[in-house]
């Protein structure tokens, strides 16, 4: 089993839907938690931690469910620069990456 | 804008080969972790060095080796070259420790080995 599994996608959405990505952790002993954007052939960027009390950034709302192992992203209202693979990842000693999930948002 | 930056960004190298690529940490990043993501995976973590010292090992094989230095570059030396070396290698910087919001990462250097 992998450590950080995620939906493997592609999600293409139209602009202006609502799309959720769904992620699950395996160790236990994992202590924090992001999500980091990828645009195609560029490096990963933050996009924003996730906390267990849930927090929100704008259009976009993480939430961290420690008892399941399981973090969720949701992106409102899509933009057309919102598409990009996004990545789940648990910091345990180093980050680790899930293997992504590919959005397109189509006008 | 990230002040982290990576040498070459692309290369080709023949199986068997050795290949070096660089990193340029941003003063005072004393931590600095090597990745490899192949097409179509999230990046792997392949070592940390912090203050100059090896801090943790992924599952990679000792032909994949690092350096860091005082002036916070760093190295990644990949020996006897395989076929699934093929990825982007991507370097990271974080002033202390802790990973999480303060992990900077570099362009990345694209190999592909023939």
């Known amino acids: 089993r992998k450590e950080v599994e995620q939906d493997p996608g592609p999600f293409n959405v139209p602009e202006g839907a609502t799309v959720a990505f769904n992620c699950t952790y395996s160790n236990s002993a994992s202590q924090s938690f992001f999500w980091y954007r990828q645009d195609c052939r560029k490096e990963p960027k933050l996009l924003m931690s996730v906390y267990s009390s849930g927090n929100e950034d704008g259009r976009f709302t993480a939430q961290l469910n420690r008892a399941s192992q399981y973090i969720s992203l949701l992106i409102r209202d899509s933009k057309l620069s919102d598409s990009a693979t996004y990545l789940c990842?648990?910091?345990?000693?180093?980050?680790?990456f899930g293997a992504g999930t590919r959005l397109t948002v189509k006008p | 804008e990230t002040g982290v930056t990576q040498s070459p960004t692309h290369l080709i190298k023949t199986r068997g080969q050795q290949v070096t690529l660089r990193c340029s940490s941003q003063?005072?990043?004393?931590?600095v972790s090597w990745y490899q993501q192949a097409l179509g995976q999230g990046p792997q973590f392949i070592f940390q060095y912090y203050r100059e010292e090896e801090n943790g090992r992924g599952n990679f094989p000792p032909r994949f080796s690092g350096l860091q230095f005082p002036n916070y570059s760093s190295e990644l030396n990949v020996n006897a070259l395989e076929l699934d070396d093929s990825a982007l290698y991507l370097c990271a910087s974080s002033p202390d420790r802790a990973f999480g919001n303060t992990i900077y990462f570099g362009e990345g250097s694209w190999l592909t080995v023939v």
């Open positions: 003063s005072g990043h004393n931590t």
């Open positions: 990842v648990v910091n345990i000693w180093d980050m680790r």
